[in-house]
C-alpha cells in the first residue's frame, strides 16, 4: 500500500486555501491534509514557523499564504516584504529542515506588462509594484533555499470564499446605476475551484520550476465586469470604461499580463477552460452569496 502523505496548507483559510483544502481532501482521501492560517502560524517569525513546521515532518507544503491587498502593499512597503518575501524564507526553512516539498503561489504582478502577447515562466520579472516585488523576491528565496520546489504562478483569482471582483461588481450592481471600470488591462480571471483543481494534480506528478496557471482566453477588467452582468442577468446597469489614471489606485498594475500556460498543458496534459465557461459555472453555484 502507498504510505500516507501529509500535505500541510499554510494559508488554508483565504480565498483559494479553503477550496484547495476541500480539492485535496477529495482528490487524496488517504493522505492527511492539514490546513493553518496565522492563528496556527504566523510566518513573519522565522523561529516559531520553522519549530512548527519541523514538529509536523510534512511531506509536502503548499505555501499560499500572503499578503495580497496589492494596494495595501503599496502603503506599507515594510509588511509586504515581511509576509511575501521574509515569510516565504521561513517557510522554506521550515521545509529545509523535514526534507518537505515546497509548493509555493506566485503573480502575474511580476511581470511589467510590457510584452504585449502572453508571458512564458522563463520571460524576465520586472515587477511594477510593491506586491509584484515581494512576491518576486519570495520566488528568489525559495529558487534558492529549497531544492526541487514548484511555483505557481497565477492571476486575477476569484473564488466562493473571498472578498473579489465578481462578488464587488455584483454588490455595486445593486447598489448604483453605472459602474465605471478599467479598460486598460488585460487579464485572465482565474476560478479558484480550476485553479486548486490543476494545483493538486501537479501534486500528483510530482511537478517542478515553475508553472504559469490560468484558465484560457482573456479580457480587460471592463469585459470582465459587463460579462459578470450579463451572465447574471442584470439589465440598466451602466458599465463605462474608464483609464487606470482616472482610478488613480496607489499601485500601478501592468497593462498586458494574460500568463502563457502552454506548458501546463505539455507537461500534464490539463488546459483550464475558458474564463467565461469558469464564471457561468461559478455564478450558477454561487449567485445567491455573489
Ligand atoms: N488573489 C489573486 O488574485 C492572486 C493572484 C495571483 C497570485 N495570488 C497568490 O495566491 C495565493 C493565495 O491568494 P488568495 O487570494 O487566496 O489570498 P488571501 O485570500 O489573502 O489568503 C491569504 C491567507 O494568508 C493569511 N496570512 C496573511 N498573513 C499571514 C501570516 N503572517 N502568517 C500566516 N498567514 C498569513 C491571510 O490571513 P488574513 O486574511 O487574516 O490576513 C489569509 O488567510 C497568495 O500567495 C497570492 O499571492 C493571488
Known amino acids: 500500500m502507498e504510505p500516507m502523505r501529509r500535505i500541510l496548507?499554510?494559508?488554508?483559510?483565504?480565498?483559494?486555501?479553503?477550496?484547495?483544502?476541500e480539492t485535496l481532501?477529495?482528490?487524496?482521501?488517504?493522505?492527511?491534509?492539514t490546513g493553518w492560517d496565522v492563528e496556527e502560524i504566523d510566518i513573519q517569525e522565522e523561529r516559531s514557523t520553522v519549530t512548527r513546521i519541523r514538529n509536523l515532518e510534512p511531506g509536502v507544503i503548499v505555501?499560499?499564504?500572503?499578503?495580497?491587498?496589492?494596494?495595501?502593499?503599496?502603503?506599507?512597503?515594510?509588511k509586504a516584504f515581511a509576509i511575501n518575501a521574509e515569510g516565504m524564507k521561513h517557510v522554506a526553512l521550515g521545509?529545509?529542515?523535514?526534507?518537505?516539498?515546497?509548493?509555493?503561489?506566485?503573480?502575474d504582478y511580476i511581470f511589467d506588462g510590457k510584452k504585449g502577447s502572453p508571458y512564458l515562466e522563463e520571460d524576465p520579472a520586472n515587477p511594477l509594484n510593491v506586491y509584484g516585488r515581494s512576491k518576486w523576491k519570495g520566488e528568489?528565496?525559495?529558487?534558492?533555499?529549497v531544492k526541487d520546489a514548484l511555483i505557481i504562478r497565477t492571476q486575477w483569482l476569484y473564488g466562493?470564499?473571498?472578498?473579489?471582483?465578481?462578488?464587488?461588481?455584483?454588490r455595486q450592481a445593486r447598489e448604483k446605476d453605472v459602474l465605471s471600470v478599467v479598460n486598460d488591462q488585460v487579464g485572465s480571471p482565474t476560478y479558484t475551484l480550476d485553479l486548486s483543481q490543476a494545483i493538486a494534480l501537479l501534486i500528483e506528478r510530482d511537478a517542478r520550476g515553475i508553472f504559469h496557471v490560468a484558465n484560457s482566453d482573456s479580457c480587460t477588467w471592463y469585459h470582465y465586469a459587463r460579462t459578470i452582468l450579463k451572465l447574471s442577468g442584470i439589465e440598466g446597469v451602466k458599465v463605462v470604461p474608464i483609464?487606470?489614471?482616472e482610478l488613480a489606485y496607489p499601485a500601478v498594475r501592468p497593462a498586458y499580463s494574460v500568463l502563457d500556460t502552454k506548458k501546463l498543458k505539455?507537461?500534464?496534459?490539463?488546459?483550464?477552460?475558458?474564463?467565461?465557461?469558469?464564471?457561468?459555472?461559478?455564478?450558477?453555484?454561487?449567485?445567491?452569496?455573489?
Not at 25 to 33: A, H, L, M, N
Request: proline fraction near 2%; aromatic fraction near 8%.
Open 9 to 21: 496548507v499554510i494559508g488554508a483559510k483565504g480565498m483559494l486555501g479553503r477550496d484547495l483544502v
Open 25 to 33: 481532501r477529495s482528490s487524496f482521501p488517504k493522505d492527511e491534509i
Open 63 to 78: 505555501h499560499l499564504a500572503a499578503y495580497t491587498d496589492v494596494d495595501g502593499c503599496e502603503l506599507n512597503e515594510k
Open 95 to 107: 521545509a529545509a529542515t523535514c526534507g518537505a516539498k515546497v509548493i509555493t503561489l506566485s503573480t
Open 140 to 145: 528568489q528565496y525559495v529558487k534558492e533555499l
Open 160 to 170: 466562493k470564499y473571498g472578498k473579489n471582483f465578481v462578488a464587488s461588481i455584483l
Open 243 to 245: 483609464s487606470s489614471k
Open 266 to 290: 505539455r507537461e500534464t496534459g490539463l488546459a483550464l477552460r475558458p474564463w467565461v465557461e469558469a464564471l457561468k459555472d461559478y455564478l450558477s453555484s454561487y449567485s445567491e452569496r455573489a
